[in-house]
């Protein structure tokens, strides 16, 4: 079976079209600046030249039958016709307590998709256009919505509702729920195979850190505790968001700045984390950078940003009473051996102990860098989001027949 993988943001889709029979990769792509002047088509096809083309994308529908048009073109096509593609997974940030695995789209699951925008506003809007886009373009053709949420859903009352008064729960559904939850199942599967260990036998702690980053703590497979919480913005410090603190800083902050609600989630969405304390980058390379060279305020952001981490860890081996196996993934996750090396060196009264050359290694594959005397597996996993969705977009589009 061919699935087609969708990931729509406001103003981009991220496409990645599978071969289910061996789980290849046949091409994959990037439409940016929908809705702007010159929209950008980027197409790569396996084994294939990768192709730019500029042209007028003014919403979604028109971006899919781009995408398509290319998957079938005769140079750089993949496909002799669209009708080839029998299924379309779709990534969709928010499922709420509705969704606790991924799903069949039905009208149903669309209009409870929409219930929940309210809680996602800048994920949940544009993943509905990618749905409705690709209906339109593949009338007939099966739908599946995979949820970031959804490996979250397992956690328990006492983990997933802050303190605060419970009606906001009731009415609102103000409670933790968790993102990157494909990511964190994909990876801590991926662990417990390389390791050779039943998954339920073993404490893990995912650190999923890109740009934005989440920690879970899982038990028995399943996750037991996440960083992030009703939003994105909650846990480590991240490319340009805070991360925890204090929510009275919130208030004092809009009191003494005059800012409105959208101006104080910009700043704590898009100005702060690495960018605000470095004063000039979000992105993990420039900070490693700085910190070579010795710049006061790359160093700073690198140590707080490490700090903030570590100390994350240590209250989810406090969580699991105990852990087994740390992994590290994401692009500071699976690239940045500085931070590996910075945040495991405090981690010694855990028995964490990383082999120096193991942690310099790139391989792209799943690998070990703790060395042969530590009490704990710490390993590098690349995550494969595309992948577990296009895997229960299978399941689910087989299940239902
Ligand atoms: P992601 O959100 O998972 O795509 O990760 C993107 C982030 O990974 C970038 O913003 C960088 O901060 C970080 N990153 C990518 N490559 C490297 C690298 N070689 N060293 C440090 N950080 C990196």
Not at 42 to 65: C, D, F, Q
């Amino acid at each position: 079976m061919k699935v087609l993988v969708i990931n729509a943001g406001s103003s981009s889709l991220k496409y990645q079209l599978y071969d289910m029979n061996d789980e290849s990769v046949l091409a994959k792509g990037l439409v940016e600046r929908i809705g702007m002047d010159s929209s950008i088509l980027t197409h790569k096809p396996t084994g294939k030249e990768e192709v730019t083309e500029v042209s007028e994308i003014l919403e979604h529908t028109t971006a899919i039958r781009k995408v398509l048009d290319k998957l079938v073109d005769k140079e750089h096509g993949v496909l002799n016709s669209v009708d080839e593609i029998q299924a379309v997974g779709h990534r969709v940030v928010h499922g709420g307590e509705a969704f606790k695995s991924s799903a069949l789209v039905t009208p149903e699951a669309k209009a409870e998709i929409r219930r929940l925008f309210d809680l996602a506003p800048l994920h949940n809007p544009p993943a509905i256009s990618g749905i409705t886009a690709a209906e339109k373009n593949m009338p007939g053709v099966p739908q599946v919505v995979v949820f970031d949420t959804a490996f979250h859903q397992t956690m328990e009352e006492k983990v997933f509702l802050y303190p605060i008064p419970k009606v906001l729960y009731k009415k609102h559904h103000v409670r933790r729920y968790g993102m990157h939850g494909t990511s964190h199942y994909y990876v801590s599967r991926v662990a417990a195979e390389y390791l050779n260990r039943p998954l339920e036998d073993l404490k893990i702690i995912t650190c999923h850190i890109g740009n934005g980053g989440s920690l879970t703590a899982i038990k028995d497979g399943k996750s037991y505790d996440t960083s992030m919480g009703l939003t994105p913005l909650e846990g480590l410090m991240m490319g340009t968001r805070s991360g925890d603190l204090d929510p009275a800083v919130v208030t004092f902050v809009m009191n003494k700045e005059e800012l409105t609600i959208s101006e104080v989630n910009s700043m704590l969405n898009k100005h702060s984390g690495l960018l605000a304390i470095s004063g000039s980058s979000s992105d993990m390379r420039d900070i490693t950078d700085g910190l070579e060279a010795g710049e006061p305020n790359a160093t700073l952001a690198f140590e707080m940003y490490e700090y903030r981490l570590r100390k994350y860890i240590g209250s989810y081996a406090a969580a699991l009473n105990g852990v087994d196996v740390i992994v590290f993934t994401a692009g500071v996750g699976e690239n940045s051996a500085v931070v590996r090396e910075k945040v495991c060196e405090n981690l010694t009264y855990l028995g964490v102990e990383i082999d120096p050359e193991l942690n310099k290694i790139r391989s792209g594959e799943p690998r070990r860098i703790s060395s042969a005397n530590s009490k704990v597996e710490v390993l590098v996993v690349p995550t494969n989001e595309e992948l577990v969705i296009a895997r229960d977009t299978l399941r689910i589009v087989e299940e239902s027949k």
